[in-house]
Nanobody, 122 residues
Framework: QVQLVESGGGLVQPGGSLRLSCVAS????????MAWYRQTPGKQRELVAT???????KYADSVKGRFSVSRDNARNLLYLQLNSLKREDTAVYFC????????????????WGQGTQVTVSS
């Protein structure tokens, strides 16, 4: 079994910063691509950032230059640094990972965390 758990969300003022973490646990053989998504009520889930094992990153235009995604492969950790936060960044942020389990190393599955709330407000 594989679980992803996000943390680090909270209330922050516009212009502030926050760092989100996501830890993967369970019988993991390897973690491939990882990503951050976000969702607000009434909107579709939005892809925020992706990162490969080699550290190649991509960002949505709305967050480019403000957010930074990173990972620690040895600890199965994914991070998202959120800077210069705007009110429109308010959302539930979800981490996603493509994972191969130890018992089925040839099978890749996509897993989701439960989400962490980020609220940007004065």
């Amino acid at each position: 079994q594989v679980q992803l758990v996000e943390s680090g969300g909270g209330l922050v003022q516009p212009g502030g910063s926050l760092r989100l973490s996501c830890v993967a646990s369970g019988s993991i053989s390897r973690i491939y691509d990882m990503a951050w998504y976000r969702q607000t009520p009434g909107k579709q889930r939005e892809l925020v950032a992706t990162i490969t094992n080699g550290g190649s990153t991509k960002y949505a235009d709305s967050v480019k230059g403000r957010f930074s995604v990173s990972r620690d492969n040895a600890r199965n950790l994914l991070y998202l640094q959120l800077n210069s936060l705007k009110r429109e960044d308010t959302a539930v942020y979800f981490c996603n990972a493509v994972v191969a389990r130890s018992m089925w190393p040839g099978e890749r599955m996509s897993y989701w965390g439960q989400g962490t709330q980020v609220t940007v407000s004065s």
